[in-house]
């Protein structure tokens, strides 16, 4: 809207779950959702779609009340509902495990420099949670993790500190040949370190663990940066045929797999610890026409990223999660 996008029917459609009447999802209530959430705190740890879905639920919580807002030194975004006594956070990762530039400072970026972290490579240790936002998780009731789609891009892949593989880029690092492995490789070992530290408590952590499934891309005639678009301006239909590209498919198998070993391993040690699965894969996968497509920012303000199919429109599509995170915490 901000852009020109020219239709926005979008904004029309809502998700009805199967099983037909009667089971339509409860409308999200920004009251409803704070006497659930009353004297507790949710932690977002991932990508700018996490960040999409912060500014979302927040800003529908504003509805209700205006929150306060601050930065940390450490990359945390807060923002405090004092009248609910119910607070958010975010932190900005694209991997969640142990990561740095390869040719870079020894520690992690923030989102001021994900160009470079976009053009990598990037060395991952996917053994390793990272510490910079994993010892805040015990400190909030509810822990949100996500990111998926930056695992395509160019990384060295580590494994007790030794270099186990790479992906786009030079086969050879710190002078030893590592071995070619494709990004759903990393992706998969990635979750599963840090569900599984989050399944045992790691750190303390006693509250529950939610992990929001990858959003698909809807490009079509080609990609990000070589002519990709989404002109769609509906959604699929129940009988229409919905496929998702590769290696999202592949990401998403591995999110449910490592989800429900996880899920096994937390409900064998009787810890306190809960993990939930927020899948949204197969509603977004429906929603070609919820992109910005090539009115996501002004002129000039993204060069070589003018057409974006793997973002949402606010407010869209994504909306829903909110509907179907109420339900996951009111259950």
């Not at 809207?1 to 009805?16: D, I, N, T, V």
């Amino acid at each position: 809207m901000k852009h020109g996008k020219p239709s926005l029917e979008f904004l029309q459609w809502r998700w009805l779950p199967d099983g037909g009447a009667g089971c339509e999802l409860q409308r999200f209530d920004a009251e409803s959702f704070f006497r659930l959430v009353r004297g507790r705190s949710i932690l977002f740890v991932g990508d700018s779609l996490a960040s999409s879905h912060v500014t979302s639920l927040v800003c529908t919580l504003s509805e209700a009340e205006t929150p306060t807002r601050r930065h940390t030194a450490e990359g945390f975004e807060h923002w405090r509902f004092p009248k609910h006594d119910f607070a958010v956070s975010f932190f900005w990762t694209p991997f969640q495990v142990r990561w740095h530039l390869t040719h870079g400072p020894q520690a992690a970026v923030g989102p001021d420099r994900q160009g470079e972290v976009f053009a990598g490579p990037n060395d991952l240790h996917l053994d390793e949670p990272d510490e910079r936002w994993m010892p805040a998780a015990k400190e909030h009731d509810y822990v949100v993790v996500s990111a998926s789609h930056w695992f395509a891009r160019p990384a060295v892949y580590y494994r007790r500190g030794r270099a186990v593989g790479c992906h786009g880029c030079a086969a050879k690092t710190d002078g030893n040949n590592v071995t070619a492995l494709p990004p759903a490789y990393a992706q998969r070992a990635a979750f599963r370190t840090v569900l599984r530290a989050l399944a045992a408590g790691h750190q303390g952590f006693k509250g529950t663990a939610i992990l929001r499934t990858v959003a698909p891309t809807h490009y079509n005639h080609g990609g990000w940066f070589d002519g990709g678009e989404c002109p769609s301006t509906r959604p699929f239909y129940r009988n229409q045929t919905a496929e998702m590209a590769e290696p999202e498919a592949q990401f998403y198998k591995a999110q449910v797999e490592e989800f429900r070993a996880a899920d096994a391993e937390a409900a064998a040690r009787v810890n306190g610890v809960r993990l939930r699965l927020l899948d949204v894969t197969g509603i977004m996968l429906r929603r070609p026409d919820g992109h910005p497509d090539r009115y996501g920012h002004g002129a000039g303000e993204h060069s070589g990223f003018d057409v974006d199919c793997l973002h949402w429109c606010l407010p869209g599509p994504i909306d829903v999660w909110n509907q179907l995170l109420l339900q996951i915490i009111a259950s």
